[in-house]
């Protein structure tokens, strides 16, 4: 069982099988620094080689989930660089993407609550996760454009959810949507009206995913996201040695006895409370 570093900007803990990573900057409602995602990705990463680890929650502290990319430290840009020289301001930038990347290849499931501002940043993060939970008070959009920017790096995940035809008019119009438009457009699944009616979501969802071989579930979220991005018949042959390799595996044999003779599956475990819902 890993322990966790003490971070500067976000909160990485756990209870039992489940971690919980909470962007701890509520004093500028978790507005994301380069500091930030560095600090996230790490995180991420240590989630990742957890293999005890079952479930990430994904929240914001201070009643909101992210404001995006904290415009106070893109105010003073140095001059750029000579002519064909790259400029060092890009790497830095490309990271946040990478730090997406790795959140959306999580093979455990992610779990994204979701109350106040989730825009630029904090909305590509949420499209990152599995299942989310939504707030009456969450708020998502791309307004980066009304300020002279853009989103520059959250855009793919963004899209994927959602799909490109309301993605275009969030991004021309800058428009923020309130929780139940998010609903209805597939942002979350779930909306709740208090923090614990949060907290009984989370705690069902949890429930849910423990009653599923992590090794199986972690192949259906592989051949799931592979279809945004292969052949049909690509995913198809993946999936096809995907099941063999987990009719081989001992505990999977042991999943189908235990169904059969209406046991309980190995991997099952007791169920205990993820946490407060509500840092």
Same mark, same amino acid.
């Given at each position: 069982?890993?322990?966790?570093?003490?971070?500067?900007?976000?909160? %990485?803990?756990?209870?039992?099988?489940?971690?919980?990573?909470?962007?701890?900057?509520?004093?500028?409602?978790?507005?994301?620094?380069?500091?930030?995602?560095?600090?996230?990705?790490?995180?991420?990463?240590?989630?990742?080689?957890?293999?005890?680890?079952?479930?990430?929650? %994904?929240?914001?502290?201070?009643?909101?989930?992210?404001?995006?990319?904290?415009?106070?430290?893109?105010?003073?840009?140095?001059?750029?660089?000579?002519?064909?020289?790259?400029?060092?301001?890009?790497?830095?930038?490309?990271?946040?993407?990478?730090?997406?990347?790795?959140?959306?290849?999580?093979?455990?499931?992610?779990?994204?609550?979701?109350?106040?501002?989730?825009?630029?940043?904090?909305?590509?993060?949420?499209?990152?996760?599995?299942?989310?939970?939504?707030?009456?008070?969450?708020?998502?959009?791309?307004?980066?454009?009304?300020?002279?920017?853009?989103?520059?790096?959250?855009?793919?995940?963004?899209?994927?959810?959602?799909?490109?035809?309301?993605?275009?008019?969030?991004?021309?119009?800058?428009?923020?949507?309130?929780?139940?438009?998010?609903?209805?457009?597939?942002?979350?699944?779930?909306?709740?009206?208090?923090?614990?009616?949060?907290?009984?979501?989370?705690?069902?969802?949890?429930?849910?995913?423990?009653?599923?071989?992590?090794?199986?579930?972690?192949?259906?979220?592989?051949?799931?996201?592979?279809?945004?991005?292969?052949?049909?018949?690509?995913?198809?042959?993946?999936?096809?040695?995907?099941?063999?390799?987990?009719?081989?595996?001992?505990?999977?044999?042991?999943?189908?006895?235990?169904?059969?003779?209406?046991?309980?599956?190995?991997?099952?475990?007791?169920?205990?409370?993820?946490?407060?819902?509500?840092?």
């Amino acid at each position: 069982m890993s322990e966790f570093p003490v971070y500067e900007t976000i909160l %990485l803990a756990r209870t039992a099988d489940v971690a919980r990573l909470t962007l701890n900057r509520p004093q500028r409602r978790n507005a994301l620094t380069h500091a930030m995602m560095q600090e996230i990705g790490d995180a991420v990463a240590r989630v990742a080689a957890d293999a005890s680890i079952r479930v990430l929650v %994904l929240r914001g502290s201070g009643g909101a989930f992210s404001a995006g990319g904290d415009i106070s430290a893109m105010t003073a840009m140095p001059p750029p660089p000579p002519d064909g020289q790259a400029d060092p301001l890009v790497a830095p930038y490309r990271l946040f993407g990478d730090v997406l990347l790795a959140l959306n290849a999580l093979t455990i499931p992610v779990i994204a609550i979701v109350e106040g501002p989730a825009v630029g940043g904090g909305f590509g993060m949420a499209c990152c996760a599995d299942v989310v939970i939504l707030l009456q008070s969450a708020r998502f959009g791309i307004p980066e454009p009304r300020t002279g920017f853009i989103p520059s790096q959250v855009l793919p995940f963004i899209a994927r959810r959602i799909g490109e035809g309301p993605l275009r008019e969030l991004a021309v119009t800058g428009r923020v949507i309130d929780a139940q438009e998010a609903l209805a457009l597939g942002i979350g699944r779930h909306l709740c009206q208090t923090h614990d009616q949060v907290n009984a979501t989370l705690h069902a969802v949890i429930a849910d995913i423990r009653r599923n071989s992590p090794a199986a579930l972690a192949a259906v979220k592989r051949l799931v996201m592979a279809c945004a991005a292969r052949t049909d018949a690509e995913v198809l042959d993946a999936a096809a040695v995907e099941l063999v390799a987990l009719l081989r595996r001992p505990d999977t044999q042991a999943g189908m006895q235990a169904f059969l003779s209406k046991q309980t599956p190995p991997w099952a475990v007791a169920d205990v409370p993820p946490g407060d819902g509500r840092e």
